[in-house]
Nanobody, 124 residues
Framework: QVQLVESGGGSVQAGGSLRLSCAASGLTFSSYTMGWFRQAPGKGREFVAA????????YFADSVKGRFTISRDNAKNTVYLQMNSLKPEDTAVYYC?????????????????WGQGTLVTVSS
């Protein structure tokens, strides 16, 4: 079955960096758009970043633009989220997700496979 397993979360001070990884199995990874979403305490889940199947196109939420980058290694079936200049408001559970469509979607309803999430805590 399809599995998406996130790692790399943890606690960091404001201004610090973290790199999240998401290892995929059970699917043809290179055929999927991959996205990162997050859910802060008491809030709904929101879009963070997405990357096309080839890695040639990337998209970011305005709140993370210029601070986060997304990349993928199709040979390793892994997608990454590099988070720099972290702020307390970035504190959330971060989820990776897979969308089988070629056109990149920023909407979580289009993503059919989800990981279990990894917690990122940013202290001031």
């Amino acid at each position: 079955q399809v599995q998406l397993v996130e790692s790399g979360g943890g606690s960091v001070q404001a201004g610090g960096s973290l790199r999240l990884s998401c290892a995929a199995s059970g699917l043809t990874f290179s055929s999927y758009t991959m996205g990162w979403f997050r859910q802060a305490p008491g809030k709904g889940r929101e879009f963070v970043a997405a990357i096309s199947w080839s890695g040639s196109s990337t998209y970011f939420a305005d709140s993370v633009k210029g601070r986060f980058t997304i990349s993928r290694d199709n040979a390793k079936n892994t997608v990454y989220l590099q988070m720099n200049s972290l702020k307390p408001e970035d504190t959330a559970v971060y989820y990776c997700a897979a969308d089988p469509r070629l056109r990149v979607s920023l909407s979580q309803v289009d993503y059919i496979y989800w990981g279990q999430g990894t917690l990122v805590t940013v202290s001031s």
